[in-house]
């Protein structure tokens, strides 16, 4: 494939110079939620310093923050017990002084009404929440068009020292015309391109009792190794406008990557 004919995603223009913040949705505050709201911190900070409007997000768990968390997660002892997307969104407010918000709940078809938010960064354990995730987002395709109306979604999900992140679309991005590219309006999700092998994997939920157990899991910096590939890649998109992929697989083990061409 020459140049010319090289795929591309042009990425969704009211994004990458918006008159009010870009909304997102940032679901599961644990080993990666954690760690990527920092990094969506540190985005808007930059981005606000480029004259961009910046991000407005809002965090989703409905879990309390364990023993086991601590050192995999962003919380510290004084955090035992208290939700963890409230912990962590008053720690950022503090710090970064922005006014983004925190909802206690599982985001999910019975506890949220309206998803709406131009990103949704799905940071989940379970196969069923994607799934549940995916169908709220798609429902809402061509109806009652807004401007926080779903656009991207940027999925995270790992193994113990192994895992991925995949840029998918809501419905179709108007892609402009070009001689120099293909331009590619649908990216398809994780569970549209691998969902015989994701629906066959066993998934182990059983809560861990201490941080070694929970290591036993998850190794200790898969999470954050990933987020800071995924954070680069948002930062990209919003910086760059145009990706060549749309996402990668990560082994921390063999210390490798592979990006997903779009």
Known sequence: MTDEQ???????PALLNPTNPISVNLIG???????????LSRINKALNALGHAGLQVTVFDHDTVQPANLARQLFTENEIGLNKAVALINRINRFFGTNWKAVPHYFGKQTVRNPKANITISCVDTVSARIEIEEMLRAGIGKNLHRDSPVYLLDFGNSKNSGQMILSTIGEVTQPESKKFQPVGILPSLLEDYRNMILGKEEDNTPSCSLAEALEKQDLFINSALVNMGASFLWQMLR????????????LGSFRTQQIPV
Do not use: C, D, P
């Open 29 to 39: 505050a644990g080993g990666t939620g954690s760690q990527m709201l920092t990094a």
């Open 6 to 12: 090289k795929r591309v995603h042009i990425i969704y």
């Open 240 to 251: 760059i406008g145009i990706i060549e992929s749309r996402g990668f697989f990560l082994n």
